[in-house]
């Protein structure tokens, strides 16, 4: 009987030692995160171009890419695209109430497209259509046209974006629902 009992305390111990193993905090300033599995994020959303050399007043155009990784999608939002509102200016792309960026075809359908001109934050989305069978591959999601207020020698134009996370910039993949990005190529231009 004490032999049984030493086998199951080994055992308990064996098993505590073997979930430490696999939940151990990562190396990093915050050890409340831990890392249990690591789950891939194939898609990418991508600013194009992602630096260049501007001068005030001038205007140029930011294309957002995406790229599925083979994977087929039923949308893509992001919320948000941010850039400081007193180095750049958002050119409007349409005549509707408020100011919109230029919407490209990979998605049809633009539920949601604003620009906060005072806050430096752009709002888009964009979804396939109804008996569309989804979107897979690279492509041109939306053109940003810019203008330069002011000199900067680092305007940062970035997406608020976490892997994993439905509520903020993302993309989602047909039929399962499930969020699918991974990367963001963010902007950095040099304003004069």
Aim: net charge negative.
């Amino acid at each position: 009987m004490k032999k049984n009992t030493i086998f199951v305390a080994i055992g308990a111990l064996l098993l505590l030692l073997l979930g430490a193993f696999f939940i151990l905090p990562e190396k990093s300033s915050n050890l409340s995160q831990f890392k249990i599995a690591t789950k891939s994020y194939p898609a990418t959303l991508s600013l194009v171009p992602s630096s260049g050399d501007f001068k005030v007043g001038q205007t140029f155009d930011v294309q957002i890419k995406v790229d599925t990784s083979q994977k087929v999608i039923d949308g893509v939002d992001i919320y948000f695209l941010n850039y400081d509102p007193k180095a750049l200016g958002v050119v409007d792309s349409s005549d509707q109430e408020g100011t919109q960026i230029k919407a490209g075809s990979i998605l049809p359908i633009v539920p949601y497209n604003i620009v906060d001109t005072q806050k430096g934050q752009i709002a888009f989305s964009a979804i396939v259509g109804g008996g569309n069978q989804g979107f897979s591959g690279s492509g041109l999601l939306a053109t940003i046209t810019f203008k330069v207020l002011a000199p900067s020698s680092s305007s940062k134009v970035y997406f608020d974006s976490t892997a994993g996370v439905t509520t903020d910039s993302n993309i989602v993949e047909r039929g399962s629902a499930q969020e699918i990005l991974g990367t963001v190529i963010n902007g950095d231009y040099t304003l004069q």
